[in-house]
């Protein structure tokens, strides 16, 4: 896959504007468009998400009381809770002249969605989706309700985010991995979704895997999901994000979102499928990437679990960013080259890009990827990233994209110096909203009218997407009233309006009119029908699939699959197999989708795709036949895989190995050891891994007496252990402790078990002084870095910020200096190592400021799923380091690289520290003009 944005040459930052007086936005668009500075701080502040009203009205939530915790100092507060603002251009001179508030409210903290629908407010600000109800239209709520509870991630950005309208009528909410989710629907329906990720934070409540929902389903992480908007009827649509910003829901149905990275240069865009597991976590949840990233696996293609079955297609893996905001484009008002345009805002990357989404077989691989808005000058057709003199430019943190009602772009800008996500730099809390417009062409706001079946009918053709929600829900109150009106919209120019007309009809009941769609020769208006009819006539489903696969659209194929998956294999198995017939080994979207409609009856299926396949040689398998075994991996095929094993070779044997490793059955690990038995080279090698990584969780059973070089843990002599108990004694002599003091200090082991006592708060004053004499003695400096953290430790100099900012840098100096202080645990130039964040693509995510902060005060923004933990075994031993797997058994990577693979029943208990395991520089024989060098490096690439 092409890279985005690896070469970089100094130019001096190019401002869009029209006049030399005017103070205009620093964004880079296409040449057709331009950008108004429409809105700025103090008419709100740090905004984090807008919606458009039927006014054309911009709304706003801020969080200017974004994790006070670590914001403490200069920070601006609302001490009344987080504010939705409404800003108004209201005399049309282009620019919002009018601010006010609509809400605050103490249960509002970093309020990470907003919605209008009419009167009613939807605000999403974990662990609450509030809808605000103005019912006399003075702009001020008369009814607060709790519409759903129990989302985690507080004041966390990994939270509930947005949500949207469908064009079915639902909402559809996504929330990031900072569980866990527990959220009971008013059918009394429960969602409990959880992972291994913890954060640090005040109120965080333990994130705890593989927890199953109320239908006996293991959902992880981020997710989607739908619910009907009184609440009931909530479905998880799709499952196992990291921290998805917004999901997009277009007038076909689509969904489309951006997921943020582990700091690897890994973020992607991608098209959600219907029943999907993205991919982040092992399936469970109990497992991070980098705990089941097999050798030989690149970074990105790993992240997502691309590499293992029953995992969607990523999509575009882009590199290095901060995703947001996300939104389709369905009117040409910007022009005709624009609409159908995804656009995706990018607030690490100060950038939206733009995608052109175009079908592939089933599924929409996103290739075509534009820098369509930026503050930074980026050359589309050569792929180059212009780094610029003026560090503001990246001060650009786009948050949020809406459309307004006359088709305008309003993008939200949180206007700070590093990505929002765990901290923030800008004390006043400033914030933007611009305007992207065309160049010569005026637009101008709607009136409209809800009032009458034609206006309701214009309203439905709008831009903006809760506009025509609105007016959906209006046109649902006519009735049969208003299908005359609404089947003209069928042979609209613009699908978009199509599909969404579609919608509607099936949902008033006009099924004829609708039939004759699906199998209509645009994919996706066949798809817009299949689906909707399927939603408002779930009776008919088997005969609208009948239908539907007439003319053999593999996007419609694939919606098929999918929605046959909750039916009895006798319902479900001509349909299923027609489409087998129809797939070639080749697309990975009707594949997962096949898994999906197969997943239920996974055992049952083996022999028959046998027989369907007439495959009475397991050697000789079919690719579809083979790309079906792998999704699927039904225990069944145990023995037809061990001959692949043995008789394939290359990509083939690989496949086979892969499949076998996630049936979870004796069988399938006793296959396992014979085949490493009986071969040599890197075969064996592969075996061995694979043994070597199932003894850690699904065939930990199977493989006790397998002997794993991984197993091997630190010894804690049992000295450590007396010199321990005097100290938690309180009636022990001053002297005794101060020799168990003394000795503890002299020894690896010892020193954490001092960290433990004092956490716990079983030293005095003085004992920690009298330590920190022999604590000196440590010479791994990320250990070191923790004790300086309970022990009075003086690190050898203290650093200037200020002289690292006014450093004079020199081209070339910074690189050896990085490759020295960094390569230990970083990622740089051609040195590959993940103890710590990929730097190879920080400069398009931060600033220079930020990058100099973020080194200076490693424990100031730790990402999340970097956080440290103290883990103590049952036998005295303690770690120190990242916790990459949580279950039956658990995986800490230390300082070192070095990786533990612990028995849950081995472990003693496990604290949480609010600690980095980079190690501040002041600990590190390291200069201010040597930090300053190697941020300057880092910043060119």
């Not at 430790?793 to 650093?799: H, M, R, T, V």
Request: charged share 25%; net charge negative.
């Amino acid at each position: 896959m092409r890279q985005l944005f690896t070469i970089v040459i100094p130019v001096m930052l190019f401002i869009n504007c029209t006049s030399q007086e005017e103070e205009a936005p620093l964004l880079f668009v296409p040449d057709d468009l331009e950008v108004i500075l429409w809105s700025e701080s103090p008419d709100f502040y740090n905004p984090t998400n807008i919606d458009v009203d039927a006014k054309g009205r911009v709304w706003v939530t801020e969080a200017v009381n974004y994790r006070d915790f670590r914001n403490a100092e200069g920070h601006l507060v609302h001490e009344e809770g987080d504010r939705v603002m409404i800003l108004e251009d209201s005399n049309g001179d282009g620019k919002a002249n009018s601010s006010k508030m609509f809400v605050q409210d103490p249960d509002l903290r970093s309020p990470l969605g907003l919605a209008v629908i009419g009167n009613r407010v939807i605000v999403s600000c974990a662990p609450h989706i509030i809808i605000y109800t103005d019912e006399n239209g003075d702009d001020r709520p008369d009814k607060k309700e709790i519409f759903l509870t129990g989302f985690g991630g507080r004041d966390h950005d990994h939270g509930l985010h947005a949500g949207v309208l469908g064009p079915d009528g639902k909402w559809y909410f996504i929330v990031g991995n900072a569980g866990p989710h527990q959220v009971k629907d008013r059918d009394g329906w429960t969602l409990r979704s959880g992972s291994v990720y913890n954060e640090f934070t005040p109120y965080a409540e333990e994130n705890l895997p593989n927890q199953v929902s109320d239908d006996g389903k293991v959902y992880t992480g981020g997710l989607v999901i739908r619910v009907n908007q009184d609440g009931t009827g909530m479905q998880v649509i799709s499952h196992n994000f990291r921290n998805a910003y917004e999901v997009a829901v277009d007038s076909f149905g689509n969904m489309w979102q951006s997921d943020n990275d582990d700091q690897t240069a890994s973020c992607r865009t991608t098209w959600l499928m219907e029943g999907s597991n993205a991919g982040f976590f092992s399936a469970t949840g109990e497992r991070t990437w980098q705990a089941d990233r097999r050798p030989g696996h690149t970074v990105p293609m790993a992240h997502w679990h691309q590499y293992d079955p029953g995992v969607l297609p990523a999509g575009d893996i882009y590199g290095a960013g901060s995703p947001t905001g996300i939104v389709r484009l369905e009117g040409d008002e910007l022009g005709k080259a624009y609409q159908g345009m995804l656009l995706s805002a990018d607030a690490g990357r100060n950038i939206i890009f733009g995608y052109h989404p175009t079908l592939r077989g089933a599924g929409y691989p996103l290739e075509e990827r534009t820098a369509f808005i930026s503050s930074v000058k980026v050359d589309n057709t050569n792929y180059i990233w212009h780094e610029v003199e003026d560090d503001q430019s990246k001060w650009f943190r786009p948050s949020d994209i809406a459309v307004g009602t006359e088709g305008a772009l309003y993008v939200a800008d949180w206007f700070d110096p590093i990505v929002g996500g765990h901290q923030m730099m800008d004390k006043k809390g400033h914030g933007r909203i611009y305007k992207i417009q065309p160049a010569n062409k005026s637009l101008e706001k709607p009136k409209l009218d809800f009032s009458s079946l034609e206006g309701l009918v214009q309203a439905f053709q709008n831009p903006a997407i809760h506009v025509r929600g609105y007016a959906r829900e209006g046109l649902l109150e006519k009735g049969q009233a208003a299908i005359p009106a609404l089947l003209p919209l069928l042979e609209s120019s613009n699908s978009f309006i199509q599909a969404r007309t579609i919608w509607l009809l099936a949902e008033l009941g006009e099924k004829e009119k609708i039939q004759k769609f699906i199998n209509h020769n645009d994919p996706e208006l066949a798809l817009a029908a299949f689906r909707a009819l399927g939603k408002f006539d779930g009776d008919n489903l088997l005969d609208y699939a009948h239908f539907a696969l007439e003319a053999k659209h593999p996007v419609v194929m694939a919606e098929v699959a999918i929605s046959l998956r909750d039916l009895a294999l006798d319902q479900s198995r001509g349909l299923l197999f027609s489409i087998v017939g129809e797939y070639d080994g080749h697309d990975p979207w009707l594949l997962h989708a096949l898994g999906i409609g197969f997943a239920a009856h996974r055992e049952k299926i083996y022999p028959e795709l046998l027989r369907y396949f007439d495959a009475n040689e397991s050697e000789t398998w079919p690719q579809p036949l083979a790309k079906l075994v792998w999704e699927l991996h039904p225990a069944e095929a145990v023995d037809d895989l061990a001959i692949r094993m043995a008789k394939l070779t290359g990509k083939e044997r690989e496949e086979a190995m892969t499949s076998l490793a996630f049936i979870n059955t004796p069988k399938a690990a006793a296959e396992m050891r014979n085949y490493y038995a009986n071969v040599s080279g890197e075969e064996k090698s592969q075996a061995q891994w694979w043994l070597h990584f199932r003894k850690t969780n699904d065939w930990k059973a199977y493989l006790a007496d397998w002997d794993s070089p991984q197993d091997n843990l630190p010894k804690v002599e049992p000295e450590v252990l007396v010199f321990k108990a005097t100290l938690m004694d309180t009636l022990a002599a001053k002297a005794d402790r101060e020799m168990a003091i003394q000795a503890l200090a002299s020894e690896m082991q010892g020193r954490l078990h001092l960290t433990q006592l004092a956490i716990m708060g079983r030293l005095s004053k003085h004992e920690k002084e009298m330590a920190a004499k022999w604590l000196e003695v440590e010479n791994n400096l990320a250990n070191k870095s923790l004790l300086a953290h309970y022990f009075p430790l003086e690190p050898p100099k203290s650093l200037d910020r200020k002289e690292v900012e006014r450093a004079k840098t020199a081209l070339g100096q910074g690189e050896t200096l990085a490759i020295r202080h960094c390569a230990v645990c970083h990622s740089i130039g051609q040195v590959e190592n993940e103890i710590g964040p990929d730097l190879r693509q920080v400069n398009q995510k931060f600033s220079k400021t930020g990058l100099i902060e973020a080194i200076l005060e490693p424990d100031a923004g730790i990402g999340f799923g970097s956080e440290t933990f103290l883990i103590e075994l049952n036998n005295g031993t303690m770690l120190y380091g990242i916790l990459q797997s949580s279950g039956p058994v658990v995986t800490v990577l230390e300082s070192s690289g070095r990786k533990y693979h612990i028995p849950a029943d081995m472990i003693k208990g496990r604290r949480q520290l609010p600690h980095s395991l980079m190690p501040s520089p002041a600990w590190m024989d390291i200069s201010e003009n040597e930090i300053a060098q190697i941020a300057a490096y880092l910043m060119g690439g």
